[in-house]
């Protein structure tokens, strides 16, 4: 693995400086296990997006970057952890070829990547830990309404009482 600098983790000034993204797991009510993809914009603590599936491999990673930068834009970097999905050359190769630094945390240090872990603790403890899935498309529908609630109606302690998207409008 190669050698890592991260920063200390620090909020953003504006919208799309700084994105974090982590991987969650959970099962469906049968035992089937499936994972999530959650990427947060750190300005203003919008989650972006929370991509749900048996399988995300690198190249779905990637997809789903490219699915949030089209309507979004495009972040100056993105923080992970090390998992084989981020660290993989397709995504470095994806990173450089459109100018986005990945900033990678020190392995087994999760506080460095705070936001999106604050984050997974919300969506595990408001959605995941409440319901008893039966199929994916359940878990990206009630994910899908918790999302819109999360991001326009929830006010948010970090940023003011306001919610990210109060936020967002408000910079």
Request: charged content about 25%.
């Amino acid at each position: 693995m190669p050698t890592r600098t991260p920063e200390p983790l620090s909020a953003p000034l504006q919208h799309n400086e700084s994105w974090s993204m982590d991987f969650m797991s959970d099962a469906l009510s049968y035992g089937h296990r499936f994972r999530t993809l959650n990427v947060l914009d750190d300005f203003n603590r919008q989650a972006l997006a929370i991509e749900v599936d048996t399988s995300l491999t690198a190249e779905r990673v990637i997809r789903t970057l490219n699915q949030i930068i089209a309507w979004r834009g495009k972040p100056k970097q993105i923080r992970v952890d090390n998992g084989p999905e981020f660290t993989s050359t397709a995504l470095e190769t994806w990173a450089l070829e459109n100018n986005i630094k990945l900033e990678f945390i020190k392995p087994g240090s999760p506080y460095q990547n705070g936001f999106v872990e604050r984050f997974n603790r919300s969506y595990r403890e408001e959605v995941l830990d409440l319901y008893l899935f039966e199929s994916l498309q359940e878990v990206r529908e009630i994910t899908d309404e918790w999302l819109n609630i999360y991001n326009y109606e929830r006010p948010h302690d970090s940023l003011g009482d306001m919610t990210p998207i109060g936020y967002l409008e408000a910079a």
